[in-house]
């Protein structure tokens, strides 16, 4: 399943107090303190779909990281939008977010399986990245999601999860143009550089599990975190929460295209397929704004 997404995502107007978004309602920055930067996206997310956002800029001081999840609430249900996301929004119920650190993001299942309560989720798992796991079965789960992908020219191209797949072209983050891009952009690509960085892009969606239930994905530079949250109730609609807390000062809404992607795209990917790194693109005779677009896109 692909997602079909005619919506131009943006940011609600009802957020933290903290938070100034921009003309386009694409970027969020936290203007003072810690706190208070509670944002929500300004549409429901539909089965599938991501929302994706860039980290654009970092404040020293603080600790603490960007928190990202799900929220069942209506932002405009709310009386006052929360300080925290964690644990004022969540202690609200039908809230379901967790905080991105250096480190330790990604799920690891557990073997014994707790049938859950109404209401709750399974074995109350946390985020968190297993420093041990299981190689053979590592190993099991790679061939039964190479047996689960379609057989195409494109397969490399898309993120799959479960029966979602996502373009990939936009889940990784780039550096900025600098001497050193070449080096930083494949330290993207392989998540050696901690999620918390600048211009990494990490994104939420939820994917279908049957019966009006969806469990909830995080993923970080292109890279599936796991199933963050399960058997989360899809009666009604679902809102992306981002929550610009602490040391993460600003971040932006990342378009992805699903479907056919636009001429433009194309373009940038054919040019850059044939060129050792982005930033050989100045060696290329082509109009700057094309050359500005496969650099910068």
Same mark, same amino acid.
């Given at each position: 399943?692909?997602? =079909?997404?005619?919506?131009?995502?943006?940011?609600?107007?009802?957020?933290?107090?903290?938070?100034? !978004?921009?003309?386009?309602?694409?970027?969020?920055?936290?203007?003072?303190?810690?706190?208070?930067?509670?944002?929500?996206?300004?549409?429901?997310?539909?089965?599938?779909?991501?929302? !994706?956002?860039?980290?654009?800029?970092?404040?020293?001081?603080?600790?603490?990281?960007?928190?990202?999840?799900?929220?069942?609430?209506?932002?405009?249900? !709310?009386?006052? =939008? &929360?300080?925290?996301?964690?644990?004022?929004?969540?202690?609200?119920?039908?809230?379901? #977010?967790?905080?991105?650190?250096?480190?330790?993001?990604?799920?690891?299942?557990?073997?014994?399986?707790?049938? &859950?309560?109404?209401?709750?989720?399974?074995?109350?798992?946390?985020?968190?990245?297993?420093?041990?796991?299981?190689?053979?079965?590592?190993?099991?789960?790679?061939?039964?999601?190479?047996?689960?992908?379609?057989?195409?020219?494109?397969?490399?191209?898309?993120?799959?999860?479960?029966?979602?797949?996502?373009?990939?072209?936009?889940?990784?983050?780039?550096?900025?143009?600098?001497?050193?891009?070449?080096?930083?952009?494949?330290?993207?690509?392989?998540?050696?550089?901690?999620?918390?960085?600048?211009?990494?892009?990490?994104?939420?969606?939820?994917? &279908?599990?049957?019966?009006?239930?969806?469990?909830?994905?995080?993923? #970080?530079?292109?890279?599936?975190?796991?199933?963050?949250?399960?058997?989360?109730?899809?009666?009604?609609?679902?809102?992306?929460?981002?929550? =610009?807390?602490?040391?993460?000062?600003?971040?932006?809404?990342?378009?992805?295209?699903?479907?056919?992607?636009?001429?433009?795209?194309?373009?940038?990917?054919?040019?850059?397929?044939?060129?050792?790194?982005?930033?050989?693109?100045?060696?290329?005779?082509? &109009?700057?704004?094309?050359?500005?677009?496969?650099?910068?896109?």
């Amino acid at each position: 399943m692909e997602p =079909v997404s005619d919506q131009f995502m943006q940011f609600h107007p009802i957020h933290g107090t903290n938070v100034r !978004l921009d003309h386009s309602g694409t970027q969020a920055t936290r203007v003072e303190s810690f706190a208070n930067g509670v944002c929500f996206s300004k549409c429901p997310l539909k089965p599938g779909e991501i929302f !994706l956002i860039e980290i654009e800029d970092k404040e020293l001081g603080w600790c603490g990281h960007l928190r990202i999840g799900l929220t069942a609430r209506d932002p405009r249900s !709310l009386e006052v =939008v &929360p300080e925290y996301s964690i644990p004022n929004l969540t202690d609200l119920g039908d809230s379901w #977010i967790f905080a991105i650190t250096r480190n330790h993001n990604k799920i690891v299942e557990e073997a014994e399986v707790i049938e &859950p309560r109404q209401g709750e989720l399974v074995g109350g798992r946390r985020l968190g990245r297993g420093e041990e796991e299981d190689e053979a079965g590592d190993q099991a789960d790679e061939r039964t999601a190479m047996n689960r992908k379609p057989k195409t020219f494109f397969t490399d191209t898309h993120l799959y999860i479960e029966n979602v797949r996502i373009p990939r072209d936009k889940l990784v983050g780039r550096s900025r143009p600098g001497r050193y891009s070449h080096i930083l952009d494949d330290l993207y690509k392989t998540n050696a550089l901690p999620p918390t960085a600048r211009r990494s892009r990490i994104g939420v969606l939820y994917v &279908p599990r049957g019966e009006g239930l969806a469990d909830m994905h995080i993923v #970080i530079n292109g890279e599936d975190m796991g199933a963050s949250a399960k058997r989360i109730s899809t009666a009604g609609p679902l809102y992306a929460v981002v929550d =610009v807390f602490a040391a993460t000062k600003c971040v932006r809404i990342v378009q992805v295209e699903y479907g056919f992607s636009s001429l433009q795209t194309l373009c940038r990917k054919a040019i850059q397929k044939h060129i050792v790194h982005r930033m050989a693109i100045d060696w290329l005779e082509l &109009p700057e704004a094309l050359k500005h677009y496969c650099k910068y896109e």
